[in-house]
């Protein structure tokens, strides 16, 4: 807008001063004694040309009076082709225009004149080139002017935005370290007198909503571990009760399988009810784990022991080929709530008669203990989703109907969870041949050193 302005000011200007030497010239030409003919008017405007003006008269048609073969002052050759040339131009527009010729920037004026031989013309045409060169110079310094401004603008103002907004970043990041209680969520309030003045309703209005949050988060809480304590007196009851009476019967009595199963479904919602307890307690950052020295070995066979009741005959255990015994920091109750949780998961997911293995192995670092079977496996794209919190992952093929999405998406959560609480990790692998190869990693301890065990 600045340069449009100034070239339309410059213009203006120009033209007014092309007006005024235009008006003065003429009062000269015409002063007394008045001239009779074209030829007095040009010998007074022999007097009057200068390097920068040209002025001729034409007669009343059109051709320019005595002149054709005069050189002309702006050195653009004769000036009778070039007075007519600009006849035809300027014809029918009595204001001053402007021209271009040669590189060179004119405006050319027209006044008429009475002589007693009839009427005449007077042509005036300025020279303005130097003029619009010192335009366009003005012009390009004012743009290298407003850049720089604009930049030097910027640059100052994005100093002061940075520091400026300086407060906001610190609070945003501050909101980005609020963690899900590992202690209480009141505790993560912001100290609103230390916020600047603009984001101290901010600062109040989060520490308001934290508050919320942590009255619902302690409530549902207390609700699940509450909800668990109580279901589990019931649940061993039902449990203590069918196993005493299926001892009382004999084991082909009509009675005894719907005992076995009111005894395996309460083993079911026992594990499933401690299961929930669990994740309320790590939720509440109140699960506590017992990390000792564990003989895997040792903790396998018990595993088999235990299990191989509930899976007629499936579970198998392949023995160690470690030479040195298999040993590695973690509870033996969790890593035992592990086991039965992936065997169980195994039987769930694979066809009936499908076997499961269940072995270890090692490497200088770590224990891998190994759940594997032999059915459809596991999709590649639900590999890592299975650990999350009510996920179930569909089968690759193969598996019964009545199989399918069975399972309350608990058991391998907390798996992953109870892993990771004893310093380990949890995956899934296919298994060579095909299968689900359920892995869980824990810290070897190696015989030569002595090593104190993870924080739980």
């Known amino acids: 807008m600045l340069v449009f302005s100034n070239g339309l000011i410059a213009s203006k200007v120009r033209r007014d001063r092309h007006r005024q030497t235009v008006f003065e010239v003429h009062q000269a030409l ?9 030829a007095e008017i040009q010998a007074r405007l022999d007097r009057l040309l200068t390097p920068g003006l040209l002025i001729w008269v034409e007669t009343a048609a059109g051709k320019p009076y005595k002149v054709t073969q005069r050189e002309n002052t702006f050195g653009l ?14 014809r029918g527009k009595p204001n001053a225009m402007s021209l271009r010729l040669s ?4 405006l050319l004026s027209t006044q008429p004149v009475r002589l007693s031989g009839g009427g005449a013309l007077v042509r005036y045409m300025e020279d303005f080139t130097a003029d619009v060169r010192r335009q366009i110079n003005a012009q390009d310094l004012l743009i290298a002017v407003a850049v720089l401004t604009a930049l030097l603008t ?3 103002m994005r100093l002061a935005l940075d520091r400026g907004l300086s407060p906001l970043g610190r609070l945003s990041a501050r909101l980005e370290d609020v963690t899900l209680p590992n202690q209480s969520l009141s505790a993560e309030g912001l100290k609103v007198d ?13 520490n308001d909503l934290l508050d919320r949050l942590a009255t619902s988060w302690e409530r549902q809480t207390s609700f699940a571990d509450g909800v668990a ?3 589990r007196t019931p649940i061993t009851l039902i449990s203590g009760y069918a196993q005493r009476l299926r001892r009382q019967i004999p084991t082909s009595a009509p009675e005894s399988r719907p005992l076995a199963l009111i005894e395996s479904e309460s083993a079911r919602m026992g ?3 401690t299961d929930l307890l669990d994740i309320a307690r790590d939720d509440a950052g109140r699960l506590d784990l017992a990390l000792r020295e564990l003989d895997l070995d040792q903790e396998l066979l018990e595993a088999y022991e235990r299990l191989t009741v509930y899976t007629t005959g499936r579970l198998r255990l392949i023995p160690s080929e470690e030479r040195e015994p298999l040993r590695a920091w973690g509870d033996a109750d969790r890593l035992q709530q592990c086991l039965t949780n992936l065997v169980e998961n195994a039987l769930k997911h694979t066809p009936v008669g499908c076997p499961i293995e269940l072995f270890a192995d090692g490497s200088q670092r770590e224990v891998v203990v190994h759940v594997r079977d032999h059915g459809p496996g596991v999709h590649p794209g639900d590999r890592r989703r ?5 996920v179930r992952g569909a089968p690759a093929s193969g598996v019964p109907a009545n199989l399918v999405g069975s399972g309350s998406g608990l058991g391998l959560s907390v798996v992953k969870l109870l892993m990771e609480r004893m310093d380990g990790t949890a995956r899934v692998a296919e298994t060579p041949g095909g299968g689900a190869d359920f892995q869980l990693k824990l810290r070897r301890i190696s015989p030569h050193l002595q090593e104190d065990p993870p924080s739980a």
């Open 77 to 90: 050759g004769p000036l009778g082709p070039l007075a007519a040339q600009l006849a035809l131009i300027a």
């Open 229 to 231: 304590h109580e279901l």
């Open 103 to 106: 590189g060179n920037t004119f």
């Open 194 to 206: 230390e916020q600047p003045r603009e984001l101290q309703q901010i600062a109040a209005s989060f």
């Open 30 to 38: 015409l002063r007394a004694p008045v001239p009779r003919n074209a």
């Open 271 to 273: 594990r499933l009810v």
């Open 154 to 156: 910027s640059a100052l």
């Open 386 to 390: 299975i650990f999350d919190r009510f």
